[in-house]
Protein backbone atom coordinates (compact mmCIF):
# COMPACT_ATOMS: atom_id res chain seq x y z
CA UNK A 1 0.00 0.00 0.00
CA UNK A 2 1.63 3.42 -0.90
CA UNK A 3 1.16 5.92 1.89
CA UNK A 4 1.53 10.00 0.58
CA UNK A 5 2.28 12.56 2.79
CA UNK A 6 1.68 16.08 1.87
CA UNK A 7 3.70 19.15 3.94
CA UNK A 8 5.09 22.74 3.04
CA UNK A 9 1.64 24.67 2.50
CA UNK A 10 1.02 27.88 4.22
CA UNK A 11 0.88 31.79 3.73
CA UNK A 12 2.40 33.35 0.70
CA UNK A 13 2.19 36.80 -0.68
CA UNK A 14 1.32 37.61 -4.55
CA UNK A 15 4.40 36.89 -6.20
CA UNK A 16 6.19 34.93 -3.73
CA UNK A 17 7.19 31.55 -3.52
CA UNK A 18 6.56 27.81 -1.77
CA UNK A 19 7.81 24.37 -2.11
CA UNK A 20 5.44 21.87 -1.20
CA UNK A 21 6.70 18.05 -0.54
CA UNK A 22 5.24 14.81 -0.66
CA UNK A 23 7.14 12.31 1.19
CA UNK A 24 5.57 8.36 -1.04
CA UNK A 25 6.19 5.44 1.74
CA UNK A 26 5.29 1.43 0.28
CA UNK A 27 7.29 2.17 -2.76
CA UNK A 28 10.26 3.40 -4.54
CA UNK A 29 9.12 6.82 -5.93
CA UNK A 30 11.09 6.86 -9.20
CA UNK A 31 8.67 3.74 -10.25
CA UNK A 32 5.93 5.83 -10.19
CA UNK A 33 3.85 8.51 -12.14
CA UNK A 34 3.15 11.13 -9.44
CA UNK A 35 0.67 14.19 -9.62
CA UNK A 36 -0.31 17.03 -7.60
CA UNK A 37 -3.51 18.49 -7.87
CA UNK A 38 -5.35 20.61 -6.18
CA UNK A 39 -8.90 22.05 -4.93
CA UNK A 40 -9.84 25.75 -4.38
CA UNK A 41 -13.14 26.73 -2.18
CA UNK A 42 -16.17 25.71 -3.73
CA UNK A 43 -14.40 24.60 -7.01
CA UNK A 44 -13.77 20.44 -8.29
CA UNK A 45 -10.05 19.06 -7.89
CA UNK A 46 -7.77 20.14 -10.80
CA UNK A 47 -4.64 18.75 -12.06
CA UNK A 48 -1.63 20.74 -11.68
CA UNK A 49 1.17 18.87 -12.68
CA UNK A 50 2.92 15.01 -13.31
CA UNK A 51 6.12 13.70 -13.11
CA UNK A 52 6.29 9.69 -14.48
CA UNK A 53 8.37 7.38 -13.76
CA UNK A 54 10.48 8.72 -16.70
CA UNK A 55 10.97 11.86 -15.83
CA UNK A 56 8.83 13.31 -17.78
CA UNK A 57 6.89 16.52 -17.05
CA UNK A 58 3.14 17.88 -17.87
CA UNK A 59 1.25 21.12 -16.34
CA UNK A 60 -1.47 22.66 -16.35
CA UNK A 61 -2.02 25.40 -18.90
CA UNK A 62 -2.50 27.85 -15.40
CA UNK A 63 1.07 26.71 -13.71
CA UNK A 64 3.39 26.08 -16.79
CA UNK A 65 6.08 28.64 -16.25
CA UNK A 66 6.04 29.38 -12.75
CA UNK A 67 5.39 25.73 -11.05
CA UNK A 68 8.01 22.67 -11.01
CA UNK A 69 7.35 19.31 -10.36
CA UNK A 70 10.17 17.39 -9.15
CA UNK A 71 11.44 14.57 -7.22
CA UNK A 72 14.21 13.35 -5.26
CA UNK A 73 14.47 9.19 -5.35
CA UNK A 74 17.43 9.06 -2.47
CA UNK A 75 14.40 10.68 -0.30
CA UNK A 76 11.40 9.10 -2.23
CA UNK A 77 9.87 12.26 -2.05
CA UNK A 78 8.13 14.78 -4.69
CA UNK A 79 8.53 18.08 -5.22
CA UNK A 80 6.09 21.58 -6.30
CA UNK A 81 8.35 24.62 -6.86
CA UNK A 82 5.60 27.46 -6.87
CA UNK A 83 6.97 30.43 -7.89
CA UNK A 84 5.14 33.84 -8.75
CA UNK A 85 2.07 32.79 -6.73
CA UNK A 86 -1.23 34.09 -7.46
CA UNK A 87 -4.39 34.49 -5.06
CA UNK A 88 -6.20 32.03 -7.22
CA UNK A 89 -3.31 29.41 -6.47
CA UNK A 90 -4.97 29.49 -3.43
CA UNK A 91 -6.31 25.66 -2.89
CA UNK A 92 -5.70 22.59 -1.27
CA UNK A 93 -2.54 20.87 -2.65
CA UNK A 94 -3.00 16.70 -2.96
CA UNK A 95 -0.12 14.49 -4.58
CA UNK A 96 -1.43 11.41 -6.08
CA UNK A 97 -0.11 8.06 -7.41
CA UNK A 98 -0.92 8.42 -11.19
CA UNK A 99 -3.85 6.37 -12.40
CA UNK A 100 -4.71 4.72 -8.42
CA UNK A 101 -6.75 5.93 -5.70
CA UNK A 102 -3.92 6.73 -3.00
CA UNK A 103 -3.77 10.39 -2.33
CA UNK A 104 -2.39 12.19 0.68
CA UNK A 105 -4.76 14.52 3.16
CA UNK A 106 -3.51 17.59 1.15
CA UNK A 107 -1.72 20.37 1.97
CA UNK A 108 -3.18 24.24 2.61
CA UNK A 109 -1.57 26.78 0.46
CA UNK A 110 -3.29 29.98 0.72
CA UNK A 111 -1.97 33.38 -1.53
CA UNK A 112 -2.91 36.59 0.32
CA UNK A 113 -1.29 40.32 1.21
Known amino acids: QVHLVESGGGLAQPGGSLRLSCVVS????????MNWHRQAPGKQREFVAR???????VYADSVKGRFTISRDNAKDTVYLQMNSLKPEDTAVYFC???????WGRGTQVTVSS
Open 51 to 57: ITSGGST
Open 26 to 33: GSIVSFLD
Open 96 to 102: NQDKTKN
